[in-house]
């Protein structure tokens, strides 16, 4: 029965950690964001994200986004500099067409910074990215 059952791999779905001015608060800020860069739109989009590490558990926090258009990328939420300190997850499921894909993007402790980063599909912004 297992043998039956088909997991598709997730491609060109991508999360990235932003470091960017607000204009509000006139602050830099760290933010995640979710990028589409396939050529078909995604549905149902849902993202639990939580933190973790040997002896500390975030409060696990859920959003979710019913259309992310191809080709485009959304903010997922503002992330303090403490939770760098600890590994970081961003379980990411959503529908393309009919079929359901699912994965986990993990940033580990400590590799979110200004040294990792780099330039992002979609976005006019360095970040941090897990593919």
Same mark, same amino acid.
């Not at 960017?20 to 078909?40: L, R």
């Given at each position: 029965? @297992?043998?039956? &059952?088909?997991?598709?791999? *997730?491609?060109?779905? #991508?999360?990235? /950690?932003?470091?960017? #001015?607000? %204009? /509000? #608060?006139?602050?830099?800020?760290?933010?995640?964001? &979710?990028?589409? %860069? !396939? %050529? *078909?739109?995604?549905?149902?989009?849902? &993202? *639990?994200?939580? $933190?973790?590490?040997?002896? @500390?558990?975030?409060?696990?926090?859920?959003?979710?986004?019913? !259309?992310?258009?191809?080709?485009?990328?959304?903010?997922?939420?503002?992330?303090?500099?403490?939770? =760098? !300190?600890?590994?970081?997850? =961003? @379980? *990411?499921?959503?529908?393309? $067409?009919?079929?359901? =894909? %699912?994965?986990? #993007?993990? =940033?580990?402790?400590?590799?979110?910074?200004? !040294?990792?980063?780099?330039?992002?599909?979609?976005?006019?912004?360095? $970040?941090?990215?897990?593919?």
């Amino acid at each position: 029965m @297992k043998e039956d &059952i088909t997991i598709p791999k *997730v491609e060109d779905v #991508y999360v990235a /950690i932003v470091n960017e #001015y607000n %204009d /509000i #608060y006139k602050t830099q800020d760290w933010n995640a964001y &979710i990028i589409n %860069d !396939k %050529d *078909v739109d995604l549905e149902m989009v849902l &993202i *639990v994200t939580g $933190g973790y590490s040997k002896d @500390k558990i975030t409060s696990t926090f859920r959003k979710k986004l019913d !259309k992310l258009p191809k080709k485009s990328y959304a903010k997922i939420e503002l992330m303090h500099e403490d939770l =760098f !300190k600890i590994n970081n997850t =961003f @379980k *990411v499921s959503f529908f393309e $067409g009919n079929k359901m =894909f %699912d994965k986990t #993007y993990l =940033f580990r402790e400590n590799t979110i910074n200004l !040294k990792a980063l780099q330039a992002l599909p979609l976005m006019q912004v360095k $970040g941090v990215l897990v593919k």
